[in-house]
């Protein structure tokens, strides 16, 4: 019994691991109308994700009504001269737009039918694995994916090494009880 109590705070630590290893699910702008065209550039989306730590797996959620607007994941050079008409990713579906971080690197989102034009578009910079957990203080910078790396052979570097370390320490716990 005494060994069970002193297995505790070693289960909880392992719960906890386990926490860290699921991506957060993230409004976007923090409010449910939030994707829209800005009443001033002071309302900027942009503003709002500066001061935002995105991680890998984490998921950007956006409720907007999907009748009258969507959101177009483009590259850097659409976004800068709001071009619709290739974009990466389109989501019309309104309050069940919800898009993976699956990288580090920036993410670029417009909206469609002249709404980029009037501000409605913002960058997600999504941290990189060795700067998660920078100094305080540091100015924290992501590097860009692997050229030629595809979604299906990149690895969720933060989420894998953390469910690692969780699942190994579990095992160890269990070991030590056999």
Same mark, same amino acid.
């Given at each position: 019994m005494a060994s069970l109590r002193s297995s505790v705070p070693v289960l909880a630590m392992?719960? &906890?691991l386990f926490g860290l290893c699921e991506g957060k699910d993230i409004l976007v702008g923090g409010s449910e109308n939030a994707w829209k065209i800005p009443d001033s550039s002071s309302v900027s989306l942009?503003? *709002?994700?500066?001061?935002?730590?995105?991680?890998? /797996?984490?998921?950007?959620? *956006?409720? +907007?009504?999907?009748?009258?607007d969507s959101v177009l994941q483009?590259?850097?050079?659409? +976004? $800068?001269s709001c071009n619709t008409s290739?974009?990466?990713?389109? +989501?019309?579906d309104g309050n069940n737009t919800k898009v993976e971080l699956?990288? !580090?690197g920036p993410f670029y989102f417009i909206g469609a039918d002249g709404h980029c034009q009037k501000g409605q578009k913002f960058i997600v910079i999504?941290? !990189?694995e060795k700067h998660n957990n920078p100094p305080v203080g540091s100015p924290t910078l992501a590097t860009a994916p &692997? %050229? /030629?790396?595809?979604? #299906?052979?990149?690895?969720? %570097?933060?989420s894998h090494g953390c469910c690692? $370390?969780? $699942? #190994?320490? $579990?095992l160890a716990v269990a070991f030590a009880f056999v």
């Open positions: 392992v719960f &906890v942009n503003i *709002w994700a500066e001061k935002k730590r995105f991680k890998v /797996g984490d998921f950007l959620i *956006w409720k +907007y009504d999907g009748k009258v483009v590259t850097k050079e659409n +976004y $800068l290739n974009p990466i990713k389109e +989501y019309k699956d990288r !580090s999504v941290m !990189s &692997v %050229p /030629g790396q595809t979604r #299906a052979n990149r690895a969720h %570097p933060q690692f $370390l969780a $699942l #190994a320490s $579990l």
